[in-house]
Structure formats: structure tokens, C-alpha cells
């Protein structure tokens, strides 16, 4: 069985809305689409990797994930996305 995960996206205002899936990358592409949110630069999300059985980001402290930010369309910081085990 595939591992669930919490999904939460955190506004400008703190606003929190949270999204239970076993599929973060389609996830995170619906957040985006549906709050009109960009990354900043070159940087993207890769929706594919967070869709596999091996989702998490490698970094200085291991296995894990990291808060994803965002801008809107005038480039000012929008929010931000965090991932979560279940």
C-alpha cells in the first residue's frame, strides 16, 4: 500500500488549507493552479519526482522534505507549500 502524506499550503496571511494524498505531485499542481502561484526564477517543482515511491528531497539533514515558496504573478512571496508523513 502506498504511503499518504499531508499536503499544506500556507498563504501570505497564514491561512492553512491541508489536503490529504498519496500522490504529492498532482497535489501541489492543483494548489498552484488553483491559487495562480509561481516559482521564483528558474526553480521548479518537480511533480513527477513527488509522485514516485521515493518522494523525499535529500539534504544536510537527510531524507525529508522542505517548505516549497511561492510568488504571485507580480512576483511578491505568495506562501508556501510543506509536506508531511502520515
Do not use: C
Not at 490529504?20 to 516559482?39: A, C
Not at 526553480?43 to 519526482?49: A, I, N, R, S
Amino acid at each position: 500500500m502506498k504511503q499518504e502524506f499531508l499536503v499544506v499550503y500556507e498563504d501570505l496571511w497564514h491561512n492553512k488549507e491541508s489536503y490529504r494524498t498519496k500522490k504529492i505531485g498532482d497535489t501541489i499542481k492543483n494548489i498552484v493552479k488553483e491559487n495562480e502561484l509561481f516559482r521564483d526564477g528558474d526553480e521548479e517543482v518537480d511533480y513527477d519526482k513527488y509522485n514516485t515511491e521515493d518522494p523525499f528531497d535529500l539534504g544536510t539533514f537527510g531524507k525529508g522534505f522542505y517548505d516549497i515558496e511561492f510568488i504571485d504573478k507580480e512576483g511578491e512571496y505568495a506562501g508556501r507549500i510543506m509536506i508531511f508523513t502520515l
